[in-house]
């Protein structure tokens, strides 16, 4: 699997997916950001995503959920569409 740079170019999100806030994180008013690795495969699908910063073991959960619906164009090395791993901010906000 690549890693963004030498080359490899970063895929391209097509569509952003909003977090839901669960009702303990909106209960106890936490906000901030979860950080989820994810693989995007060569068709732009992400695969095996995994909290690196955990915000909440619910707030977590709904991260990873939104970030499995994400679709992205991508990553390319040397015009050929390849699997690379990047992380994920997914931010948490009560307005």
């Not at 970063?10 to 303990?24: E, F, I």
């Not at 495969?41 to 499995?68: C, F, H, T, W, Y």
Request: glycine letters at 8%; one cysteine or more; aromatic letters at 6%.
């Amino acid at each position: 699997m690549a890693r963004v740079g030498g080359g490899v170019t970063a895929p391209v999100p097509l569509n952003n997916v909003q977090a839901m806030y669960s009702d303990k994180g909106r209960t106890e008013k936490i906000s901030g950001n979860c950080l989820i690795s994810v693989i995007v495969d060569a068709n732009g699908m992400p695969q095996n995503p995994r909290v690196v910063k955990s915000l909440e073991p619910s707030m977590d959960q709904n991260a990873i959920a939104a970030v499995g619906k994400y679709r992205f164009k991508p990553a390319m090395k040397a015009g050929v569409p390849v699997p690379v791993l990047i992380t994920v901010q997914v931010a948490f906000r009560l307005y």
